[in-house]
């Protein structure tokens, strides 16, 4: 008989517009072959549930091909353990998705997965540590800025903002913050530069912009929207 090679394909990364992007192709791909899509978020399945997904085929016959998402986000437990147990020994197409880098000790527990990385730009990283209410630097701020759209979508820059804007709200109320000691020490000093009340208001300008492009209602482009705050910070 025939031997059936499965894949498993991790897709992860801070770029979650390009994963996502990878993900949907390799969606597209496994329809086209009459594959049977099953998409499961992590935080709502046990072992149990997995378990009875990881089946060669449908009731109709039809080859699954399983989409997980943010396993690798999950708190570790005994469940997270035995979920990527099943994973790692799966007779079928798992395709597992995460909206960040995963460690190479999580990579590790699959040795035969296809793993793609997606990275954000040093350009984007630049135009994030550039950010400050100085009047001085809003030149370099728009530069950067502008340098950082040649290589990412608008769409990333504005949640990349957003999640930026968050860590210094969050180092200016609580005088810390989650992470890497050398992340930490920059969001503090880049914090300096802003009061909490500006940070707050900037929060509020990106949730309206996001809800301006998801209602169609923006007269102008996202880019636009973006150098306009950027002047106004």
């Known amino acids: 008989s025939a031997i059936i090679l499965t894949m498993l394909t991790i897709l992860h990364g801070e770029n979650i517009i390009d994963s996502r992007d990878k993900l949907v192709e390799i ?7 009459n594959k049977s899509i099953e998409r499961l978020d992590a935080k709502k399945i046990n072992p149990g549930i997995l378990e009875s997904k990881l089946v060669k085929q449908d009731l109709f016959g039809t080859e699954i091909s399983l989409v997980i998402e943010e ?3 999950l708190p570790r437990s005994k469940q997270k353990t035995l979920l990527v147990e099943l994973i790692a020994q799966s007779e079928v197409d798992v395709i597992l998705w995460e909206k960040r880098k995963m460690t190479a000790a999580m990579a590790k527990k699959f040795p035969k997965a296809k793993v793609i ?3 954000l730009s ?4 630049n135009w994030l540590d550039s950010l400050s209410s100085n009047k001085n630097s809003k ?3 728009l530069t950067t800025f502008h340098q950082a759209l040649k ?5 990333l820059c504005l949640i990349m903002l957003a999640r930026q804007t968050r860590m210094l709200i969050e180092v200016r109320e609580s005088g810390t913050m989650t992470g890497a000691p050398w992340m930490v020490q920059k969001i503090k000093r880049q914090g300096q530069s802003f009061s909490l009340q500006q940070l707050l208001k900037i929060h509020h ?3 309206e912009i996001d809800l301006h492009q998801k209602t169609s209602t923006n007269t102008l482009s996202l880019d636009q929207e973006l150098d306009l705050l950027l ?3």
């Open 122 to 125: 040093n350009a984007l990283f």
């Open 151 to 155: 290589t990412e979508d608008a769409h």
């Open 139 to 141: 030149k370099q701020q």
């Open 205 to 207: 300008q990106l949730l």
């Open 27 to 33: 969606i597209t791909a496994a329809k086209n072959k």
């Open 231 to 233: 002047l106004n910070m």
């Open 117 to 119: 990385e997606f990275k």
């Open 71 to 73: 396993l690798h986000s």
